[in-house]
């Protein structure tokens, strides 16, 4: 848990149109709902249009490589600490961890 969103690109089958997700969130109202934050930079889009998503890799590279050394320094911790130390309310972002 903890880690940021994927973001990346939002592309129009006609090629009239391009955004950028910003953000990926779950609905609070409907269960199992979970919708792309879009900043339109170029025409617009509506529903039920083809488009294209393309993931940013390189932002998530940098979020799993993070994540992974958040459960390498929990287990150090708890080795050097004891197994009384827990791990709660972590941030995993692509430039840091918390």
């Known amino acids: 848990g903890g880690e940021v969103s994927d973001t990346g690109s939002l592309s129009g089958h006609d090629g009239e149109s391009a955004g950028r997700v910003t953000d990926v969130r779950k609905h609070k109202l409907v269960p199992g709902l979970i919708y792309h934050v879009v900043t339109v930079d170029k025409g617009s889009f509506k529903l039920n249009d083809m488009v294209r ?3 940013d890799n390189g932002r998530r590279h940098d979020i799993r490589r993070n994540h992974t050394a958040t ?28």
């Open 53 to 55: 998503l393309a993931v």
């Open 71 to 98: 459960h390498i320094l929990h287990e150090e911790l708890r080795r050097r600490l004891g197994k009384h130390v827990t791990q709660q309310g972590s941030l995993v972002a692509p430039e840091r961890l918390r």
